[in-house]
């Protein structure tokens, strides 16, 4: 797009949301630029909904042949075999994403992420990552860290039916309305790598238990050398062997990571369509709140569980 004005397409197809927040978010939302790994169920969801918002372009990362679990949750691969067959996650979900909004770019770049150099990182505003290992996720967070331009790093994870976002803002500035005027606001945000690092006896006590049970997990997946979500409940001897190994370690106790918990998220490593479009959804809200710079952004974790409803914000930064 060419100039600050939107055209009167972009206008009159965006009518709506410009009314909610304003015609300057729109603009930011229609130059932004967002890099999108591991096209899950969840993430297909997300991606529908920042196409839909109307951003600049959306640049798909997945290798990956679609499988029958994808099938499952992923709404954006459709059930003919013939349409899908030979193709990547990523090229099937980009044809399907191209229907939703013809007024934004999609596409695929092909190879491993985690090989990109940061003149690649540096064309997008957004980075949304999923089914990364432990050390994938501090590795790109690093990459968007070390540019000078600001850039907004999520994670996203979801087992069953628990998720996990993390968000990664760097120095955030940001306004917001209070009463009638509206101020100014800015937040300083933890790296992953930071975050995950803080001890576990330096947490409130009431801190959300899918907290605990993720980070022995993920620690659980990167020791054996798995990919995100390949455990079953016959790995939770070793998980539980594990989890009282960093109990010990953080000084906690044993009790804030439930056994039914852990066995619970290691069998359930497929995605609920209904906890994708929740975690999805917020995920989609919080990119565009990033971009536009308007309204309080989450900091910096959320989890939400669905066997109990909840959805909870925890700020885990250094002390």
Known sequence: MNGEELTEQETALYDRQIRVWGADAQRRLSKSHILVYGMKGTVAEFCKNIVLAGVGSVTLVDDRAVTQEALSANFLILPDENLYNGKTLAEVCCDSLKEFNPMVHVSVEKGDISTFGLDFFEKFDAVVISCCSLAKKKLINQKCRKLPKHIAFYTVDCRGSCGEIFVDLKDHKYSKKKLEE??????????????????????????????????????????????????????????????????????????????????????????????????????????????????????????????????????????
């Open 182 to 319: 509206t101020i100014e606001c800015q937040l300083e945000y933890p790296s992953f790598e930071d975050a995950t690092a803080v001890p576990w006896k330096s947490l409130p006590k009431r801190m959300s238990k899918l907290y605990f049970a993720l980070r022995v997990i993920e620690q659980f997946e990167d020791i054996e050398g798995r990919n995100p979500g390949e455990t079953s409940t016959a790995d939770l001897p070793g998980v539980l062997k594990l989890r009282k190994e960093l109990c010990e370690t953080n000084s906690a106790n044993e009790s804030q990571i439930p056994d039914a918990l852990l066995e619970r998220l290691l069998l359930s490593t497929s995605e609920y369509p209904p906890v994708c479009a929740i975690i999805g959804g917020i995920v989609g809200q919080e990119v565009i709140k990033a971009i536009s710079g308007k309204g309080d952004p989450l900091k910096n974790f959320f989890f939400f569980d669905a066997m109990d409803g909840k959805g909870l914000i925890e700020d885990i930064s250094k002390p």
